[in-house]
Nanobody, 120 residues
Framework: QVQLVESGGGLVQAGGSLTLTCATSGVFQYGNAMAWYRQAPGKSRELVAT???????KYDSSVKGRFTISRDNAKESVLLQINRLKPGDTAVYYC??????????????WGQGTQVPVSS
């Protein structure tokens, strides 16, 4: 059974840093790509960063240089380090796993999200 659990959110002052963790089970034994999304109040969910099982990373242009995605295969977790936080980063942050069989996407799974309010 696939499970994704985000943690590490909480109130942060602008300019501060935070590391979010997505702990997984039932994911890393398959070909996979992991992603972090965020959803700000009143807005659609947007892609922030992705990392595949070869460690290739991609970022949305709005966060490049401040956000770092990484994965720990031994701990079956994915991290999102956020530096120089801005009030505009306020959102619920979600972890997503895409599971592959070869090159074929089989299924997607989402975590429940973790809130990151940034105060000015």
């Amino acid at each position: 059974q696939v499970q994704l659990v985000e943690s590490g959110g909480g109130l942060v002052q602008a300019g501060g840093s935070l590391t979010l963790t997505c702990a997984t089970s039932g994911v890393f034994q398959y070909g996979n790509a992991m992603a972090w999304y965020r959803q700000a109040p009143g807005k659609s969910r947007e892609l922030v960063a992705t990392i595949n099982n070869r460690g290739v990373k991609k970022y949305d242009s709005s966060v490049k240089g401040r956000f770092t995605i990484s994965r720990d295969n031994a701990k079956e977790s994915v991290l999102l380090q956020i530096n120089r936080l801005k009030p505009g980063d306020t959102a619920v942050y979600y972890c997503k796993a895409e599971l592959f069989s070869g090159l074929n996407l089989q299924c997607e799974h989402w975590g429940q999200g973790t809130q990151v309010p940034v105060s000015s």
